[in-house]
């Protein structure tokens, strides 16, 4: 599984969860999903994300299938 991958399948398992322990057990929740968002739109502009930095250092690797360096 590539990086960009898994990211996007923590990202969405992140939200959803967020949503519905945001519905069934404290609305506070609701600033995770917000957190979340908020990390994704700004990794946008800058392609930098924590999520991604540990994800290539527990050895996922890029599209390309080489190795990815962990640091930019």
């Known amino acids: 599984m590539s990086v960009e991958r898994a990211l996007r399948a ?12 945001g519905h069934w057990v404290s609305g506070y929740f609701y600033l995770f999903t ?3 968002g908020l990390n994704l739109f700004q ?3 800058t392609d ?8 290539r250092r527990l050895g996922l690797e890029g599209r390309s299938g080489g190795a ?3 640091a930019r």
């Open 10 to 21: 923590i990202a969405g398992t992140f939200v959803m969860l967020s949503l519905v322990l």
């Open 34 to 36: 917000f957190f979340v």
């Open 43 to 45: 990794s946008g502009f």
């Open 48 to 55: 930098w994300c924590p999520m991604m930095m540990l994800l």
């Open 68 to 70: 990815v360096p962990a």
